[in-house]
């Protein structure tokens, strides 16, 4: 069994895994994500945290915002319907002989709407490589969350909804920020959040500033407003993703903490969700893109 | 008829009119508002606005953020149904004898659901003294916009949100910045946008990234992008808030900029504002404060 490197390079975490054949032999990580780096900058960073792994020439698989045209080099968008790696590998140009570096192509969707993905492509190869025959939906939670019916073994339509990412946004950068601050998580309130927001989506705008309103005339923890916000907001995502989830198969890959949420949500709503940790679908995934052209 | 200051001290601005009764004089406006400042620095920040102005012992009536817990001095919130200014003047201690500084209260209302506003309750007191019969709903827009049920001279209930807000942040922090940059705007995407989220406001959370997509892959420009982004937050406003504005008398108070939106969007479903600018709408009522104990 060979010896190759998988790297997983998003927005604002670099992680990369030395691998002989599926069998992890080391992790590392860093914070110099995309957005921190030019051009010029990816490959002494990167032979900055795995220097020591090269014996001699050895394959680096790719994916992620390292793809992007801000990225090392642009990697193309494969159109769905097509296979989670559907276009040919990007071969990256290095000034080090021992680096052999690729990276998997994006997918991209024109009709109904348009819509983009780098990075969980490769998750949805590693769930495909899981469960070869799976109908159904896939829900990617995270700072962009994706929702993607695969049948037969390719990606036939995704949406993506911006929930980590307002989150992320409503509770450090606006008035709310001073009612929510901490990482408490309350899963009673969250989940009447989900409900109510899937029952009256059209009052989420309205809600929000109760949050702080309620914390300053009532002195509502911290805890409890993340709780609701949280629920608010993924109670929203599904309101406006129900069709994808609403009597189907689905499978959940995301990290321990938000497929916690998606799937205390998902089960409020009488949903089952198989549950596949999203590293080692990335792993899987990449390893797939190993053995392509 | 008496010399005086009105003074509207918000979250990121300081705005001081020098008035004779009810006639302008004078303005000046600062950067310096109640974030930037420590509680000690409000009266030597006011004097370094207004000291010509000030040529012996002047009455100074306050509105905004002035009167929070984290301003010069915490003024009172009136609780709902009451006229806008139902509670006391609360007096500011001054170092400065010709500084006789009076803050104007908020308001909250404890159901049927948390809320509070402190400055708007100005701008109510103006649109009251303009219109006193006035039966019907204010809409103040803003960073928090706000909707007013008045009725025989008083504020019988209020709803906050956080559009501005929402508006702000999501161009200025997410991924969508690299979409959305500049200030144009265009009417007709704007229009549908308010359209669409009122007809499917649970679809919001997913429309979102598609603006960003859009100018990945089809080069959708920068004021499509902020107009069809304004017109999916207020439709989902008026979705939230449609019995507020549903076959009633409607006053728009705002900025010029703010109005225009607003007006055009609630001209869409049929209601015809009346429009009273929000500048002078503050004088009205700091004047209206003026003569309370």
Known sequence: MSRW???????????????????VQDRREAGTGMNSLTQEMFEPTLLGLIDDWLAGPTPVLACGMVGARQGWAEARY?????????????????????????IVPGLKQLKPHAD??????????????TLPDFDGVACLPGTHTKWVHLSAGEVVSFRTVMTGELFATITGQTVLRHSL????????????????????????AARLFELRAADLLHGQTATMGRSVLSGLLIGAELAATR????????????????????????????VAPRLLPADEMTLKGLATAKDLP
Chains 1, 2 share one sequence.
């Open 116 to 129: 983009v993905m780098r990075g969980e492509e490769t998750q949805i190869a590693g769930i495909l490589a």
């Open 78 to 102: 494969a159109a769905v319907p097509c296979a989670p790696m559907g276009t040919g590998l990007t071969q990256v140009k290095t000034s080090d002989p021992r680096l052999d570096v690729r």
């Open 5 to 23: 490197i998988a790297v997983d390079w998003g927005t604002s975490t670099l992680r990369a895994t030395l691998m002989q054949g599926e069998v």
């Open 181 to 204: 601050d901490g990482d408490g998580w309350d899963e009673g309130p969250f989940i009447d959040a989900v409900s109510d927001a899937l029952s009256r989506p059209e009052t989420l």
């Open 243 to 270: 069709p994808w989830w609403l009597g189907r198969d689905v499978v959940i890959t995301g990290s321990p903490r938000t497929t916690q949420a998606y799937d205390a949500a998902l089960k409020s709503q009488g």
